[in-house]
């Protein structure tokens, strides 16, 4: 990260910053565009059990301009949010998840979950539920409909808890939707705001996975989140797992699901189905 200040904390415009707000702006041009020009997709990456058996997938979007070449989602999904055309997106993305659980049910392909990530300002927006609803009924039966599971981030409780509450709620009861906290540990949430959440499961953050072997404080941290979700009975998945030794010692800590470029990156839809296949 390049500091903004100057060398009395004064604000500079470098060449830098210009760059990088030109970058912005033309991702923010261009981004408008992605969906009609078909230039929105997926990824696929595993979720392993203990065993080593593929139990579930998480549904990572890419963005593939002509002019940009890929874009990561951390670039871009912060510009949709801003922009508002999250709203669009995620919808998008949701049709596209719901349409690839479905071919792949059909085609044989058992998966005990499927997450989808949801961002803030499109779960707040008030016309979510509605539009989950419509894509859900028009896309899944009540088995596939069990099988959803959402990952929303500790910014959601900036919002009004008490109607967060009460749509996750009335997605779970009426459609089966479950819910997952992602980048757990990350954010600036109080624990007493997340009990009350209907949470299903929590993602350990990659950042703390990333300081087993690596700080001296980290076996413990991490050992201490296993430990919580273990009192909340919450299910924990643990992202960013690249290594043996990181496997191991979240295995030997409780940990049931695993996700991590130590079994797969994410991966396009028909390589996801190869891999499901050789390994299951
Ligand atoms: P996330 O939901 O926490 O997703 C996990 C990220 O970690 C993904 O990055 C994935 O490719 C990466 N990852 C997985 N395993 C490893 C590993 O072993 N090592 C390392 N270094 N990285 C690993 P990606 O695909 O670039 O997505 C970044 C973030 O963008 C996601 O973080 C999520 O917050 C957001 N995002 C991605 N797709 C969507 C989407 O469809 N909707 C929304 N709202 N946000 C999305
Ligand atoms: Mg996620
Ligand atoms: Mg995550
Ligand atoms: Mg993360």
């Known amino acids: 990260e390049v500091k903004a200040q100057g060398r009395d904390g004064v604000f500079m415009f ?18 408008h565009f992605a969906l009609p020009n078909d230039e929105i997709s997926l990824d ?21 301009n002509a002019t940009l070449g890929a874009v990561a989602p951390a670039q871009f999904i912060p510009v949709a949010e801003q922009t508002g055309l999250i709203v669009e997106l995620g919808k998008y993305i949701l049709e596209r998840a719901f ?16 997450s989808i990530n949801i961002s803030m300002r499109q779960f707040t927006h008030h016309d979510f539920e509605a539009q989950v609803r419509e894509l859900v009924q028009r896309h899944l039966d009540a088995q596939l409909r069990s099988k959803l599971v959402f990952e929303i981030t500790e910014s959601i409780v900036a919002e009004d808890i008490n ?38 499961e929590l993602k350990i953050d990659r950042a703390f996975v990333c300081t087993l072997g690596r700080q001296e404080e980290g076996p413990a941290m991490v050992a201490t989140i296993l430990n919580m979700a273990d009192v909340l009975k919450l299910k924990i998945v643990a992202e960013g797992v690249e290594t043996a030794q990181q496997l191991d010692f979240l295995m030997r800590h409780g940990c049931t699901v695993f996700q991590g470029y130590y079994y797969s990156a994410p991966l396009p839809k028909d390589r996801f189905v190869e891999f499901f296949r050789s390994r299951n």
Request: glycine content about 6%; charged content about 30%.
């Open 14 to 31: 470098n060449e830098d910053m210009a760059a990088r707000v030109e970058s912005r702006l033309e991702i923010e041009r261009l981004l």
């Open 163 to 200: 109607r967060v509450i009460e749509i996750m709620q009335r997605l779970t009861a009426t459609l089966g939707i479950r819910f997952s906290m992602d980048d757990f540990g990350t954010g600036y949430s109080s624990l007493s705001y997340l009990t009350r959440l209907p949470l299903d």
């Open 99 to 114: 349409m690839t659980l479905r071919e792949w049910h059909e085609a044989g392909i058992e998966l005990e979950q499927f």
């Open 44 to 64: 696929y990456q595993p979720q392993l059990d203990r065993a080593g058996r593929i139990v579930g997938v998480e549904a990572l979007a890419r963005w593939n």
